[in-house]
Antibody
């Protein structure tokens, strides 16, 4: 079955960077794109960006432009999200989400388990 | 950027009741790009509806989606205890996405 398994929780100091990984299994990794979504404590879902697993092309939410980089390693079937210049506002659970397409509809069929990133001095 | 506004913010209901949740887009959207997700506490979101009205695999038929242009709804008939969660609508198009702020269903 399809699985997205993310790396473990991180604790970072303000100003640092964090990299979260998302390892895919159960399907051909390059067939679909992956988005990253975060959720601050008690808040809603916030889309951060998307990467084509096949081409490596990316789109970022304007809010994160210049501060986030999405990459992937096709040989390892793994996607990565790096967020730089962390502040306490970046404390959140970060999810990777795998796309699927049906008749022109693209949606997030599969989700990772989430990675808690805590930013504190 | 498309903004999705969900209403109401919170609903208090009893098991067995039915409910309709609303999602309004700030501009006209292609209904094929509208999805709904359910998120239970401490869990990742789960896809319920895609293309505004198509149920995802394994989703009970008490969940139904409808709507077009700017107004979309998620209906749940006969609420089960496991349905009390937060529901999000999502627009996804041109490799960009946005979520509504969510509607929380709580047990009365």
């Amino acid at each position: 079955q399809v699985q997205l398994v993310q790396s473990g929780a991180e604790v970072k100091q303000p100003g640092a960077s964090v990299r979260v990984s998302c390892k895919a299994s159960g399907y051909t990794f390059t067939s679909y794109g992956i988005s990253w979504v975060r959720q601050a404590p008690g808040q809603g879902l916030e889309w951060m960006g998307w990467i084509s697993a096949y081409y490596g092309s990316t789109n970022y939410a304007q809010k994160f432009q210049g501060r986030v980089t999405l990459t992937r390693d096709t040989s390892a079937s793994t996607a990565y999200m790096e967020l730089r210049t962390l502040t306490s506002d970046d404390t959140a659970v970060y999810y990777c989400a795998g796309e699927r397409e049906t008749a022109g509809s693209i949606y997030f069929q599969h989700w990772g388990q989430g990675t808690l990133v805590s930013v504190s001095s | 950027e498309i903004v999705l506004t969900q209403s109401p913010g919170t609903l208090s209901l009893s098991p067995g009741e039915g409910v309709t949740l609303s999602c309004r887009a700030s501009q006209s959207v292609d209904s094929t790009h509208l999805a709904w997700y359910q998120q239970a506490p401490g869990q990742a979101p789960r896809l319920l509806i895609y293309g505004a009205s198509s149920r995802a695999t394994g989703i009970p038929d008490r969940f139904s989606g409808s709507g077009s242009v700017t107004d979309f709804t998620l209906a749940i008939s006969r609420l089960e205890p496991e349905d009390f969660a937060v529901y999000y609508c999502q627009h996804y198009g041109n490799s960009r996405s946005t979520f509504g702020q969510g509607t929380k269903l709580e047990i009365k």
